[in-house]
């Protein structure tokens, strides 16, 4: 997978459970779910969030929403 920000990203690199997470910005059950998915990332669990959007958008919705650093947003 390469992130938002170019970065390559190899999932038997993650240690961890992952949790995929398929989601559009302009879906508000996607918004919703995004608040129970905080409930579940810790340290053994990676939240992978895989947006249907264009990179610039998703980079900024990211930034004004404040979302977590500790997702993987694809």
């Not at 190899?10 to 879906?27: G, Q």
Request: one cysteine or more.
């Amino acid at each position: 997978l390469i992130d938002v920000y170019g970065k390559k990203i190899n999932l038997y690199d993650i240690k961890k459970e992952i949790i995929l997470n398929f989601w559009f910005i302009s879906c508000p059950p996607c918004q919703i779910e995004k608040k129970y998915l905080k409930l579940l990332a810790n340290d053994n669990v990676q939240i992978i969030s895989l947006a249907l959007d264009e990179n610039k958008e998703l980079i900024e919705y990211i930034s004004k929403n404040k979302l977590s650093s500790d997702w993987i947003y694809c």
